[in-house]
């Protein structure tokens, strides 16, 4: 079982854990990757399977020789881990000639804190020899000892009649979202560190780091002050679609820059864009991605709020979704849906051939009103879609209505 140890000497397991596991005993390489201080080193050290060596470039001299005789570092039959992998790009040429004279299962775990495929700097994606996992924040159950996400499995393998006794049924305790919200996800600030002040540090930190040191080994980027409050005018535009043009116009920047530097922010793991559902039936569908965080804590710091808002519960959620969805083997995609009308559903899960619609509200008393869009969600795709599911920041789990279930957030993430 793998684990990471917190400040308090606490043992926390994460749910994708089991599934890199899996992978090991089957590809000769997994790759690991996620935002910087994620908990990818702690994952990859922990692993007992077997002994395996471990090398980090962030290691000067490990990573002069990577650069210098990336062959002879990778070579011998010893399981090797290899953190930081997207320091020396071309380190993956030597390891795919490694897996292809001798291809051997769960001989290269990689992790790294950028997006490989995304990085121009990086030719070789290990096509066939490589699974890809993402390790995103630490979600609020294994925060909370448990080592998994929300329960989406059991929402969607359930029937839906049966989804309030489904989500009464689980062992939660309430919780204020807000304070989840402010402490975000990674390891340190989350669970090490108690105060705000002591947060504020941390994060700020985070920040200069990536600033003045990972974002350089991404791109050449000149005006850091621009980049900087690029980050800020993002942080402040959570759960909106995406308007390049409009951010430019707000930042004086051009629209290429623009899309640049949310790419860069992308390819390190920082900014999500959610895909729209674009399956367009007999509405005008908005197609253009929404913007979220991949870390709650990081975007309130930068946009200076002390107080979290709706959005960021439902900056939560997708979080929650998105590490339930990169642990799992099986296919599924995570969009929302919105009509140039103003018909929206925050979130839609597609797992096989079915449609599972999410409404996010922080008021803690629903109303009919808050199912409208998810019910017009339901009669838009009709069977191939299942109930409709509004989160709540009360305490209640309620039928709406006869096929939308309001529930409360914490028991189900």
């Known amino acids: 079982m793998i684990i990471i140890s917190n400040m308090n000497e606490k043992t926390l397991e994460r749910r994708v854990a089991s599934t890199l596991d899996e992978l090991l005993s089957i590809m000769p390489a997994v790759v690991v990757t996620g935002a910087r201080q994620a908990g990818k080193s702690t994952l990859a050290q922990k692993l007992t399977s077997e002994p395996r060596r471990f090398l980090t470039l962030d290691d000067l001299d490990v990573r002069e020789f990577a650069e210098n005789d990336p062959e002879a570092l ?145 791109s050449a980027i000149s005006a850091l002050p621009d980049f900087r409050r690029l980050m800020r005018a993002s942080s402040l535009r959570i759960g909106s679609v995406v308007n390049q043009t409009e951010i430019g116009r707000d930042l004086a920047m051009s629209q290429p820059t623009v899309g640049r530097y949310l790419n860069l922010l992308e390819t390190s793991y920082l900014i999500v864009r959610v895909s729209a559902y674009a399956v367009n039936r007999t509405k005008r569908l908005i197609k253009s991605p929404k913007l979220y965080w991949g870390d709650t804590g990081i975007a309130l710091h930068l946009a200076q709020m002390s107080e979290p808002d709706g959005v960021h519960l439902e900056n939560l959620v997708l979080s929650d979704l998105l590490a339930w969805r990169d642990a799992r083997l099986e296919t599924a995609g995570i969009f929302y849906w919105r009509t140039s009308t103003g018909e929206e559903v925050d979130f839609v899960i597609e797992a096989g051939n079915r449609l599972l619609p999410i409404e996010v509200k922080a008021t803690t008393r629903p109303r009919l009103r808050d199912a409208r869009h998810l019910r017009t969600f339901r009669k838009e795709y009709g069977e191939k879609s299942r109930y409709g599911l509004l989160l709540h920041g009360g305490d209640t789990t309620e039928w709406l209505t006869s096929d939308v279930l309001a529930a409360p957030w914490w028991r189900v993430l």
Not at 120 to 135: D, H, K, M, N, P
């Open 74 to 218: 990778v070579a011998g039959p010893e399981p090797i881990t290899i953190d930081e992998v997207q320091r020396v790009p071309k380190l993956l040429d030597a390891v795919k000639l490694d897996i292809d004279t001798n291809r051997r299962a769960g001989k290269f775990l990689l992790t790294g804190s950028a997006n490989l495929l995304l990085m121009r700097q990086v030719s070789e994606s290990l096509a066939g020899r490589a699974s890809y996992l993402t390790l995103w924040p630490m979600t609020r159950r294994e925060q909370l000892g448990i080592g998994s996400t929300g329960i989406w499995d059991g929402l969607i393998d359930g029937r839906d009649e049966d989804w309030r006794e489904i989500v009464t049924g689980q062992p939660a305790k309430p919780e204020d979202w807000r304070a989840l919200a402010l402490r975000g996800g990674f390891p340190l600030p989350a669970l090490g560190l108690r105060t705000p002040r002591q947060r504020l540090i941390w994060f700020e930190g985070y920040i200069r780091t990536y600033l003045e040191r990972d974002l350089l080994e991404l």
